[in-house]
């Protein structure tokens, strides 16, 4: 019953993306033992470009790129190159798969529920890039201009290439170029006094953008038996922007803030068998990542400036063995163990005069390793079923302003099932007890915008969020293309991370991330991809997904349930594309959904509502080696509201001081990019 509300919803929401649903390759395994290959001729009538173009193409597959954590496990996202997750972090896995023309792809899997040799990565679908080796050099050169409505013009430059010779691969590419921050912008705003009278009004003017000047590299080749891809980045990413607020009488506010990063890595992946059955895979990786944060807020008769410098370096290695024990039963484990360094300095002064901040000056390192095992049972037809185990220790050491030293453990079991149960449909079950990572940032001082005088402390004193999450995901594949997945996940968490206040003699003065205690989150996803052939569009196609969200946890100040911050309640998108070969051309409608985010702390809660993206888009094809895209973006002008609810000491007295309303338009904008490729 509640599969059925869940579709009827999706139905009625969504308005989806992508080509006409590609046709599966009949040489390859068939949907009902779980992986479903599409080559290339699949694609034909969309012509891709790259092997992200093709990914996106997936009937019932939606694109995630994977989240930035410490180590390898979890890291990655849900594509794999040649059956490997990649070995890099800060070089995102869809720039990784820009950088495959399409034409070097020999297929596309989509393994759903696990297939033999493959690691999920603790997913239950994932696609799988299949490369052909092609041999000789191919690359492309791109140029794009972004007219942005403000007058501002930002221009881009990206080349890349590859090259095969003697069974080694040699990638390449080079970007350089400027782009916008949409979520600032031109508007009003008011604050209103806990009565309702308007105390301040004004008017905002708004803008920021970035630079993205980075090397990326990587190298495979035979040796000893086997085989070792070695990558590496150089990526230099600065950022400023500019807010001046005008007020309404005379005088003005002025905000100022540039953040520059700076990040290296190299890595490298080494695999090769060990007698007929068991296969090595051995991965290396190293990075540093330096950020400075300057932001400096003027106002009459106020001053506040906030600098933050801070190095991270994490160093890597991880060891995985695999071996079938049978034709339907296989082995996997494995060690990871990891080293990772943190030093932040952060000054905040008001007035000229400095002010201290908890955990402003912190040195932090922490150890860790990992020991896991997982069996994977195939049964019958379409029957999967998969069981494994990780163990996790760590030490955290402090000095500075804050000194400490803990250890930690935790065991983290995962059981899994996929059953193919003919008629295109598969049910999928997992029960896993997941634990987060840490986040750096959550130890140090910093500052969510100087404007506000919102400085938020560091607590390196953390342990880890835990949960254990039951998951139920059903897909039914309909004759013609349509996918419909629909997903339920119910997580029990425990330590809680949000942001908890900071007592001295009894009195709260601060806040920082802290661990509420026990919480929940419940989560509907669907996922709908529909052709519209039938319907009478010749190629074209709906896709789209929806996610709703609940989530609870005790506030530490009031003792009352609320939901837990930075979480959005709602999350959508949808897309229609269709494909016009006679024209050599494909256009469509991208809609991101808006969504809404609120922050709980000391004497203040925060709410972001952002409105719905809107973009339409063609691409035309002069050549076969030549594309031109143009965007038209932010149709329906986005607006970005900042809801600030501010109280006279701490929220739980429920003195209202007074609310800020910011509600900024970034306004239209329109992308122009041409690509020439080689070989």
Known sequence: MILTILAAGAASLVVAQAEPAPAPDPERPPAEQGVISYPPSAFAEAAPDTAYDMVLRLPGFAFDKGAVVRGLAGSGGNVL??????????????????????????????????????????????????RARTGGAQGAVMSSVHFINDGRV????????????????????????????????????????????????????????????????????????????????????PASGEITDRLTGGGKEYE??????????????YSRSLGARTTLEAVAFQQWNDVETRADFEAPGLRRDFDLDKAVTETVGRVTLRRPLSPTLSLEFGGEGALNRLESHTAFTLNGRAVPIPAAQVQVEETRSEAFGTVTWRGGPGLTLEGGIRHETSSIASTGDVTLEKSLAFTKPRLSLAWSAGGGRQLRLRLEREVGQLNFDDFVASSSAVSTGAVLAGNPDLRPQQAWVSEAAFEQRFEGGTVLVATLRASDLTDVIDRAPIFVRGVAVA???????????????????????????????????????????????????????????????????????????????????????????????????VGTWVVVFAEYKPRRDVILRLELQNLGERNVQRIREIYVGPRSDGRLAYVDVRDLEYGRAVFVRLRKTFG
Request: net charge neutral; aromatic share 6%; no cysteine.
């Open 256 to 269: 100022y803030y540039t953040n520059v990063r700076l990040q290296r890595e190299l890595g490298g992946r």
């Open 81 to 130: 190159i040649d059956g490997q997750p990649p070995v890099s972090k800060n070089d995102a896995l869809d720039e990784l798969l820009k950088r495959i023309p399409a034409s070097a792809v020999a297929r596309i899997e989509l393994i759903r529920g696990g297939a033999p040799g493959v690691d999920m990565q603790g997913r239950s679908v994932i696609a799988n890039v299949v």
């Open 511 to 609: 806040d920082a991330p802290g661990n509420l205690g026990d919480g929940i989150r419940r989560e509907a996803i669907i996922n709908l991809t529909l052709p519209l052939d039938r319907l009478g569009v010749r190629g074209g196609q709906l896709r789209g997904q929806g996610t709703w969200r609940r989530t609870e946890v005790d506030d530490p100040l009031t003792g009352q349930p609320r939901e837990i911050s930075g979480l959005r309640p709602v999350e959508w998108e949808a897309h229609f594309t269709q494909d016009l070969p006679a024209l050599r051309t494909n256009w469509g409608v991208d809609v991101l959904g808006g969504y809404r985010e609120r922050y709980f702390r000391l004497s203040e809660v925060e709410t972001r509502k």
């Open 154 to 237: 930002l221009t881009s430059l990206r080349a890349e290439g590859q090259a095969e010779w003697a069974g080694r691969r040699f990638e390449g590419s080079l970007v350089y170029g400027k782009g916008p921050d949409d979520t600032l912008g031109d508007g009003p705003r008011i604050r209103f006094g806990p009565n309702g009278e308007v105390l301040i009004e004004s008017v905002v003017d708004g803008d920021a953008g970035g630079l993205r000047a980075w090397t990326t590299g990587a190298m495979e080749s035979p040796l000893a038996g086997g085989r070792l891809r070695v990558n590496g980045a150089y990526m230099r990413t």
